[in-house]
């Protein structure tokens, strides 16, 4: 497989869950952006944030089903993506034309320090050698890592954003509460951010999918007590969780299951600890559909892993927590919260097997994916 491709590219069992929860909630997006936006050619493209590889089959995937609109002279210029080189970026861009790479860490970036955090950001102005100090490498790679982090913040907000990073949402070595943690309460402030165009308007919800793998088993007491925490008091918060979270897993007790179902206790645990973060930033999840849990299972060497995928859609508190006497979070976004997690904690995770999937199908869905990559790039290697 060519450098950059993504390993499971050709994974049957990620496709199942690309066009099973991903294709449908963007779908669905695309309606509610069509609904609040004048029918002309010119209304407004869904903005499409993703890791997708050199290979971007999820871009490909939207853009045949024209979720994804290009623009008039065949642009990607509403979806933007992360990789770690700028090689692969530029491998990425040959493949969707138009698009807008971050070589960076995704991390590193969002949670890089900017003297200038709450500095209006509507100017494209160069950068300057330093007033103060030498103009030397160092400084000058300093100030192009923080141009970068803020042409990622000024291209907020996004309608889906797509945070497929194939890794563990709480890592032990990690301090507390962990980077990706804090990287996610920086994205979902961003996201409060208004549109760009001369009108200024702010997006009333988005849609959101997050993976992660489960574990890792050695979770420090600090992570662990805060998914007990944050399970603990919602059991408590309402009588009628109990016997709910009893049937689920044969268990009344929070530390009990975390240490004889560590499996269960982190697939319940981590979309509370999601849908948390999202109150926290001033939106909820939308209780409609709840949180949709996909799972599958992947060898190694010396055994197997599993993946975690959540999909949700995510609404805009109201009014506001800047129109709001108190920061505290609306009735209807407390109401929605209870709700999404009474539904996690009844309705089981979709568990994804070759045994459970259409495996003919989602290889002709491939095929005509790749074949789309062949339009735009006749020369470039396949994955």
Not at 135 to 143: G, I, L, M, N, S
């Amino acid at each position: 497989m060519p450098p950059g491709f993504f390993v499971y590219e050709n994974d049957l069992l990620k496709h199942f869950v690309r066009t099973d929860g991903w294709l449908p909630v963007c779908r669905k997006r695309l309606r509610s952006i069509r609904a609040t936006t004048p029918a002309r050619s010119d209304s407004r493209r869904l903005r499409y944030f993703t890791f997708c590889a050199v290979g971007a089959i999820d871009v490909l995937m939207l853009d045949i089903a024209r979720v994804i609109r290009r623009s008039n002279n065949d642009r990607f210029d509403t979806v933007f993506f992360f990789d770690k080189t700028n090689e692969d970026v530029i491998e990425t861009q040959r493949r969707i034309p138009g698009s807008i790479g971050f070589p960076d860490d995704f991390v590193d970036l969002v949670l890089r320090e900017d003297p200038e955090e709450d500095a209006p950001l509507d100017s494209n102005a160069p950068l300057n050698p330093p007033e103060e100090g030498e103009d030397t490498h160092e400084v000058r790679t300093a100030q192009l890592q923080t141009s970068l982090r803020r042409d990622f913040k000024r291209a907020f907000p996004f309608d889906v954003l797509n945070l497929d990073l194939e890794q563990f949402f709480l890592v032990p070595g990690d301090e507390f509460p962990g980077r990706m943690f804090r990287a996610l309460r920086k994205l979902f402030e961003w996201q409060r951010r208004a549109l760009p165009g001369a009108q200024r308007k702010t997006v009333d919800g988005f849609s959101l999918m997050f993976t992660t793998q489960i574990g890792p088993p050695n979770l420090t007491e600090e992570y662990l007590n805060m998914l007990r925490d944050r399970l603990t008091e919602n059991l408590a918060r309402d009588a009628d969780l109990l016997p709910l979270f009893q049937t689920r897993t044969g268990l009344a007790d929070v530390r009990l299951l975390q240490e004889t179902q560590f499996e269960m206790f982190f697939k319940l645990g981590v979309p509370k600890v999601l849908a948390s973060i999202l109150k926290e930033e001033d939106w909820y999840v939308d209780a409609t559909q709840g949180i949709r849990t996909y799972e599958f299972e992947r060898p190694r060497q010396g055994g197997s892993y599993k993946m975690l995928h959540f999909v949700m859609d995510v609404v805009r508190q109201k009014p506001p927590y800047d129109r709001r006497d108190l920061r505290a979070p609306t009735a209807d976004a407390e109401a929605a919260y209870q709700e999404v997690v009474r539904q996690f904690i009844t309705e089981p995770e979709i568990v994804v097997t070759l045994e459970t999937i259409d495996q003919d199908s989602l290889q002709r869905s491939l095929e005509l994916i790749k074949a789309r990559r062949r339009k735009y790039c006749p020369e470039c290697p396949e994955g």
